[in-house]
């Protein structure tokens, strides 16, 4: 069983440019977490989607990023018009939802680097 | 918003020693999960609690939640090199909401 899949894994931008990053969340999994790391800092949460919905975005900023989970397909960030402050890993995880419990176990890929010169 | 926190930012020991970490939120959680990540990894999970006063321990890792369900401890029982990591206790509020991670205790165990 593959686990939750993120790419690409490092990702250089100039700033201006647009970042998409992907993430196809494990096997049976509906439920979609995106998380922002600053270099030796902790994990801030972005937005937590549902396939086709986006349950929780407060931790989005307002402009230039957007998140998607079609119903087909991987969930994508979208960061647009790229600045060297959006350089940080970003973290994609994935849960089955159902424990009824919070969130459950979070099942985390191994992250997408972005550098923005 | 919620906010938790976590202390000591950053702990070195030697090997055989041990070591503590503590988590505390701001508002009562619904329940409260603990990662582990290692340098230049991705966060795992080690486990979760829900019950107020749960203890739980994995090998030499015991974890703690608050009776008041607002803070929570890791404990590491003589420490080995491959202890080394950053500890993240995450927690939750309500049925299918985010997790907030808290911020961190890094841990350096040298020989």
């Known amino acids: 069983n593959a686990g939750v899949m993120q790419n690409p894994r490092h990702l250089v931008r100039r700033r201006g440019q647009e970042a998409r990053l992907r993430c196809s969340p494990m096997?049976?999994?509906?439920?979609v977490y995106w998380y922002r790391q600053l270099p030796e800092e902790g994990l801030k949460f972005m937005v937590y989607?549902?396939?086709?919905?986006?349950?929780?975005e407060s931790g989005m900023p307002k402009e230039r990023f957007s998140a998607e989970f079609p119903k087909e397909g991987p969930s994508i960030l979208r960061i647009q018009q790229v600045v060297r402050g959006d350089s940080a890993a970003y973290f994609c995880?994935?849960?089955?939802?159902?424990?009824?419990?919070?969130?459950?176990?979070?099942?985390f890929g191994e992250g997408s680097r972005l550098t923005v010169l | 918003g919620q906010q938790v926190m976590q202390i000591p930012q950053y702990q070195h020991v030697q090997e055989g020693e041990d070591f503590t970490t503590y988590c505390n939120s701001s508002?009562?959680?619904?329940?409260i999960q603990w990662y582990k990540q290692r340098p230049g990894g991705h966060p795992v999970f080690l486990i979760q609690?829900?019950?107020?006063?749960e203890v739980k321990k994995q090998k030499r890792l015991t974890f703690q939640f608050g009776e008041a369900k607002k803070n929570s401890s890791l404990h590491i029982t003589a420490t080995q090199t491959t202890d080394v990591g950053t500890y993240f206790c995450?927690?939750?509020?309500?049925?299918?909401?985010?997790?907030?991670f808290g911020t961190g205790t890094r841990l350096q165990v040298t020989l």
């Open positions: 989607l549902q396939k086709e919905n986006i349950i929780d």
């Open positions: 995880a994935s849960s089955p939802g159902t424990s009824g419990i919070g969130a459950g176990e979070l099942f």
């Open positions: 609690l829900v019950k107020s006063g």
């Open positions: 995450a927690g939750a509020t309500g049925t299918a909401s985010k997790l907030t």
């Open positions: 508002t009562t959680l619904s329940n």
């Open positions: 096997k049976g999994h509906s439920h």
